[in-house]
């Protein structure tokens, strides 16, 4: 056992080739390798170039991101889309790609709380000006458009309000005065909304919601146009914000149920919108879907029939009635994320708006005993069940 070669057939760090097989496998593999090896340097140099296909390092792109990335840019009719380790890395990517000091950005005033600080914190450090409004007004987003404005940035529904912006009407806009449109379009998903075709140039997602749908990773997707693509790729791989291929296989693997996650949670949402309206233990509903909501006609337009899945709702009562409901829930979890296969309660006061001023809140309707629902996709019957029984307790 002294010799050089028994030595090296024996070690342990010596990696064993891949088992050859004639047949595929089925699944896409997971492959969490840090680097691809090349032949020679004019092999690697070629893949580098572009000119070979190929990969070279797992943070300028892996099979598993880009399986994802192919994925959901054919649902968003992409040219390119680009996996990041977050929603908040994907918004982050789309600023510090495309923005620069002097530049205006008019943002949503509704915005998910760490996005409404990235713009109006973090942006503003870096020499970007930014003016926050609301987004379901198009005149005012019109009339906040100066000749620096380089973008803007909208959710299509907003949380917890559900308030819906018209992207056909902020694609228009943004097309005739020559300003980027980038639209976070994880409320509705894909399967309901193409911004990119109502004139956005730049798609966000935060794939950790519905997308992958069974809260067990955290992902964000950019999607843009092939003018912009190069320099979200740059931005992603100089910053550091590209994913794990795990986080990317699992997302991967959520996403083939995903037209019949969001039809069963759509038809759920609706259907316990219109029970709530009815309970007398309860204030009043948000849901775009209800022909009393602010936006409905544009939501009709914009999402079909498709209203998505989530319900707000406000209980009579205050904090107090919205303890002893969430008390009383046996199989409805409370907790602060939103497109799990399970329908979850959040409460918007202690989670999300729980850095605005009481009076601030007030002021955006936002009240102790509003109650935010993302409704999964459970049988509706014991979802009825379980929201009577708890708001009767
Ligand atoms: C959750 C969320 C984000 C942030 O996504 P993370 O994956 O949590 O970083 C951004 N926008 C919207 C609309 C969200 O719901």
Known sequence: MSSDSTASQRSVVRRTAWPESKTAPLVPPLCPSVVYVA???????????????????????????????????????????????????????????????????????????????????????????????????????????????????????????????????????????????????????PLVLRPLALGASLVIHSVTKM???????????VCSSREHAVAI??????????????????????????????????????ALADFLAGHRAVHRVIYPGRPEHPDHAVARRLLGNQFGSMVSFELNGGRESVNRFMRALTSIP????????STIVSHPAVTSHRGLTPAERESLGI?????????GIEELALLKTEFRRALSD
């Open 334 to 341: 409370f907790a602060p994320t939103l497109g799990d296969v």
């Open 367 to 375: 009240r102790e005993g509003l109650i935010r629902v993302s409704v």
């Open 39 to 189: 032949r020679d340097a004019d092999e690697m140099n070629r893949v580098y170039e572009g000119e070979e296909a190929g990969f070279t390092y797992a943070r300028e792109g892996n099979p598993n991101a880009e399986l994802l990335a192919k994925k959901i840019a054919g649902l968003e009719a992409a040219d390119a889309c680009f996996i990041t380790n977050s929603g908040m890395s994907a918004c982050s990517a789309i600023a510090l790609g495309l923005l620069k000091a002097g530049d205006h950005l008019v943002a949503g005033n509704q915005l998910y709380g760490r996005t409404h600080r990235l713009v109006s914190r973090e942006l503003t450090r870096f020499g970007v000006q930014t003016d926050l409004v609301n987004a379901s007004d198009s005149a005012a987003v019109e009339a906040a458009i100066r000749p620096n404005t380089r973008m803007i940035l909208v959710e299509v529904v907003s949380n917890p309000l559900l308030r819906v912006a018209d992207i056909e009407a902020l694609g228009r806009i943004a097309r005739t005065r020559g300003v980027l449109l980038a639209v976070d379009n994880t409320f509705p998903t």
């Open 233 to 270: 790729r740059d931005t992603i791989v100089t910053w550091g914000l590209n994913a794990s291929p795990f986080d990317c296989w699992l997302a991967e693997r959520g996403m083939n149920t995903l037209e019949l996650r969001v039809a069963r949670a759509t038809a759920n949402a609706a």
């Open 211 to 221: 997308l992958a749908g069974h809260s067990d990773v955290t992902l964000g997707a």
